[in-house]
Structures are given as structure tokens and as C-alpha cells.
């Protein structure tokens, strides 16, 4: 068949390898925006605000087709039910991207409205406006990767986003200097459009994909076993009702990015800052802090996304254990990422920013504050794909949930008084609350008790080495007069090396564990000799 399927770790280094890219990109022209003395933190402002409700309306709209599908398709494909596999996607198509367009027409026609009256920043109208098209796109593409992903083939899933990253960094960047001269809401918008052109060219790749399949694909499904077809009227209920719970986790990350909009541009103006202050003050959150801290985020993610079919898989297979094991052994690579990542961006957070941010180095200290988020977000990412693997899909919500409630509140009632740090420390507590729960549910669940040493305790060991190698190799090199820009880069891979060397020093990775990675056998046989 020409859809390929790829192993779990496979699946895991493809989809991993394509969200680094990703970020990058991302991070890459965010940081070109963010030196434009035009644009800057004030157009950050604009384009993370618009950003936001853009995102909160596709947790709504779409963000849980991709994990529905491939879920319902992995079900299907493991007791060899092609056919049905396929008629899921189908059906899925016709229904999603109805209720998208829905959803699309709303934002657009309902842009001067909510930046007006709920966002109180009317410059971000535009942005709403230019946003609302791409919404159709996302949701007939996320129909296609779910599916392609429910076979398990993550390549197409990791290609059309690299694919779609590229055109909306290029295109962000040109649309932005092609608007020189306009207003900083004009600028932001122009650069949002570029996410509505990148998202219909993801989709047409996607369907030429599909289209060049689809005489194999069929070919296939003639072959297989023959099942009774489900009535597509039943089909299209089973998709809503599990699409509402996988997307209520999403729904309940993009409310509270929605809560720092409500309460941070008034809770800012409250604090004594006028207008355009606070914009450059929620910039600085919304254009620095978030993009630093989202990629070891994007790293993890592969984790989160791999896991939903290969548990579903297993438990449909009624092989828990290996879903145990699985689920294990992705915390403990997940810890192994978030640890020394929250760390690093700790000690160098002032060289970080003075090193890509050289015309607005504003907003390290809130770095250094909000880079501990990512400790629980990474874990939690894994934590929530193992939960809805295992059936319990309102299970990841509910505990963010609990935690944008406790935001919110701590938001309302300090940032008047204290200004922008708040929003950084209550990201830290809305995370920790999720992850928190979200832990002890899941052990309850698997009826296991987690082993803390493994999970956790080794890797603060090594990130404790890693975080000292760069402290130190940062202020030697700096003693040397090598720059800023010398002196970040090489302690930051000094400590990667420094980090690498623990892993393997202390055991953190067994040699089973090794030998699950790509290339692991390899690995194996070099560390040996060495």
C-alpha cells in the first residue's frame, strides 16, 4: 500500500524532527518581526492577541479532529477493518469542514466585536479578519493528517506542517515589508495573513497526496477482511462525541492564553500604564517569552500525538502492558527534554535575548520566571495523549480546566497591583495544576505506582551539572572579551554535551531504552567501546 506505516519511535523522530523545523522557522521570522523598529513589541501585541482568539475559536472548530480520527482509524486498522477506516475519514471530511465554515464566518463578520468589546484593543480587528478564511483549511487538513496518522504514517502529517511553516514564515516577513508606512495593527495583520495563505496550500498538498493514493488505497480495502459498514448518520455522532472531549484539552490551553488577553491588556492599563505601554509590556509575554518557551514544547509534542493511536492500538489489541511500557518510557523521555530546557533558558536568559532580540532585549526577567512552565507543560503534553489513549478523553481538560479557573482569579486580583510579572508566575500554576493532576490520574488509571527516580529524580541530577557547565563556561567566556553572541552559543552546547554525558554517565536511559531510539543499536555498540 502506498500509505506507509511507521514504527512508534519512527513515528516519534519523524514528527519530532518536523516540530523542531517547525519551531525554528516560526522562531526565525517572529524574531525578524520583533526587530523591525516598526513592528516590534507592539505589533507582537496585536499579532499574538489576534492569534489567540484565532487559536481559542480552532480548539473549538478543529483541534480535535486530528486525534478523533487517527484514534476511530487506529480502532479500525487493528481488527483489519480498512473499509471502515476510510469511511470514518470520509464522513469526517463532510462534517468538519461544515461546522469550520460555520465557525470561519463568525470570526470574520465578528472580528470589530470582540476586539472591541471583550479584547478591548480595537487594533486587532484587522488581524481577526485576515485570520478567519484560514480556519476552513486547517480543519480539512487536520481531517487528512488524522487519518494518515490513524494509519500510522506520520511523514505526511510532519511534511504538510513543515510545508505549511515555510509559507507562512516567508510570507510573514514579506506581507510585513510590503505594509511599511501603516499603523503596527495594519503590519500584524498583513503578517496573519500570511497563516491563511500557508494553511490552503498545506491542505492542497495534503489532498494531492490523498488523490495520488487513492487507487491503492482502495485496491487495499477491496482486499481486507469484510466488515458490516456503520450507517454514516452514526458515524458522524461518534465523531462529535469524541471530538468534543480529545478538543476540550485544546480548547481549555487556548482559553487561557484567551484569559491573558482579557485580563492582562486591563489588568496593565489598571496598573497605570496607558495604551500603548501595555501593548509593548503584553509583546514583550506574547512575542519573546511565548515563541522561547514553545520549543521545547514542539520537541515534546511527537510524544503526545504518537501515543493516542499506539495505545488505542494496544488496548483494542488487549495488550495493556506494552501500552504501560510505552507510556513509561515516553514520560521518561519527556522529563529528560523539559528539565534542562526550563533550566538553560534560566541561566541565559539575558544573553538569550541580547543574542536574538539585539533591538528590543526588554523581558528576560519575565523569561527567567516563565521558563519553569515548561517542566509541567512537556510532561503534561505526554500525560494527556497516554489519558485519551487509554479512553479517558475529558480527563486532560478537566484538569486545565481547574487550572485556567485558578489563573484567571490570581490574574483578575494581582496584575493591577503588580503588573506583568503575574501573568508569567500564574502560566506556572496553571500548568502545574494540569500536570499535577493529570499525573496522579493517570497512575490510578494504569494501577502502578510511578517510579519517581527513574522519572524524575535522575534527570535533576544531570540538568543540576548541565545548569552549572553553563553558568560557568558563559562567565569564563565572557571574562575572555569573546561577545555575547560567542560566549551564549558555545556554553549552550557545552552544556548539551555536558547533559548528554550524565544521561548516559547515571543510567537514565537503560540499555533497552537506548536501544528503542533510532539508531539505538548503533548507540549501544559506540558507548560500549568507549
Not at 516519534?12 to 525578524?32: D, P, T
Not at 477491496?222 to 454514516?232: G, M, Y
Not at 534527570?459 to 557547565?469: E, L, Q, R, V
Amino acid at each position: 500500500m502506498a500509505i506507509k506505516k511507521q514504527t512508534f519511535m519512527n513515528g516519534v523522530l519523524i514528527i519530532m524532527i518536523s516540530q523542531i523545523l517547525i519551531k525554528l522557522l516560526g522562531f526565525i521570522y517572529r524574531i525578524i518581526l520583533t526587530n523591525f523598529p516598526q513592528f516590534a513589541d507592539e505589533g507582537n501585541s496585536y499579532y499574538g492577541s489576534g492569534y489567540q482568539v484565532y487559536t481559542f475559536i480552532l480548539a473549538i472548530a478543529t483541534m480535535g479532529i486530528p486525534n478523533t480520527i487517527s484514534k476511530l482509524v487506529s480502532e479500525k486498522m487493528a481488527i483489519g477493518d480498512k473499509r471502515g477506516a476510510h469511511r470514518i475519514f470520509r464522513t469526517a471530511m463532510v462534517v468538519f469542514t461544515f461546522i469550520a465554515v460555520l465557525f470561519s464566518l463568525g470570526l470574520f463578520f465578528g472580528a470589530e466585536a470582540i476586539s472591541t468589546h471583550v479584547l478591548k484593543n480595537p487594533g486587532v480587528k484587522y488581524t481577526l479578519m485576515a485570520l478567519s478564511p484560514a480556519i476552513i483549511f486547517v480543519a480539512m487538513s487536520a481531517t487528512l493528517r488524522g487519518y494518515f496518522v490513524g494509519m500510522e504514517n506520520m511523514s505526511q502529517y510532519s511534511k504538510t506542517q513543515i510545508i505549511e511553516q515555510i509559507v507562512n514564515s516567508v510570507f510573514s516577513v514579506i506581507f510585513v515589508v510590503m505594509l511599511f508606512g501603516n499603523s503596527p495593527e495594519i503590519m500584524a495583520a498583513g503578517s496573519t495573513l500570511a497563516t491563511t495563505v500557508a494553511a490552503s496550500v498545506a491542505f492542497a498538498y495534503l489532498f494531492r497526496y490523498y488523490n495520488k493514493n487513492k487507487r491503492d488505497i482502495w485496491a487495499d480495502i477491496r482486499k481486507s477482511e469484510k466488515f458490516a459498514l456503520e450507517p454514516k448518520k452514526k458515524i458522524a455522532k461518534k465523531l462529535i462525541s469524541y471530538a468534543i472531549p480529545l478538543s476540550f484539552a485544546s480548547v481549555v490551553v487556548a482559553l487561557s492564553g484567551v484569559i491573558d488577553l482579557v485580563t492582562v491588556m486591563d489588568g496593565l492599563q489598571k496598573f497605570g500604564y496607558d495604551i500603548v505601554t501595555a501593548n509593548e509590556k503584553f509583546g514583550i509575554l506574547l512575542g519573546k517569552v511565548d515563541i522561547l518557551t514553545a520549543i521545547p514544547l514542539s520537541i515534546n509534542v511527537a510524544f503526545s500525538v504518537a501515543l493516542v493511536p499506539f495505545v488505542s492500538s494496544a488496548i483494542a489489541r488487549h495488550k495493556k502492558d506494552e501500552a504501560v511500557k510505552k507510556i513509561n518510557y515516553s514520560l521518561k523521555i519527556s522529563s529528560i527534554i523539559a528539565l534542562p530546557c526550563a533550566a538553560g533558558l534560566f541561566i541565559l536568559a539575558q544573553p538569550i535575548f541580547d543574542l536574538v532580540f539585539p533591538n528590543a532585549t526588554a523581558g528576560a526577567k519575565l523569561l527567567q520566571i516563565q521558563c519553569w512552565m515548561i517542566i509541567f507543560s512537556v510532561i503534561d503534553q505526554t500525560l494527556s495523549g497516554s489519558l485519551q489513549g487509554l479512553g479517558k478523553l475529558y480527563v486532560p481538560g478537566a484538569c486545565l480546566a481547574i487550572g485556567a479557573v485558578i489563573k484567571y482569579i490570581l490574574n483578575v486580583i494581582f496584575i493591577p497591583k503588580y503588573g506583568e510579572v503575574v501573568p508569567a508566575i500564574t502560566t506556572i500554576i496553571y500548568n502545574f495544576t494540569a500536570c499535577f493532576l493529570c499525573f496522579i490520574i493517570l497512575f490510578k488509571t494504569l494501577k502502578q505506582k510511578p517510579n519517581m527516580k527513574e522519572l524524575f529524580g535522575k534527570p535533576i541530577i544531570a540538568t543540576i551539572f548541565m545548569a552549572i557547565s553553563a553558568l560557568l563556561s558563559y562567565k569564563l567566556l565572557m571574562y575572555l572579551n569573546l561577545g555575547n553572541a560567542i560566549s551564549t552559543i558555545v556554553s549552550i552546547i557545552i552544556a548539551i554535551i555536558v547533559y548528554g554525558f550524565f544521561v548516559i554517565k547515571i543510567n537514565i536511559l537503560s540499555t533497552e531504552e537506548l536501544k528503542q531510539l533510532p539508531f539505538g543499536d548503533k548507540l549501544c555498540k559506540k558507548l560500549r567501546k568507549t
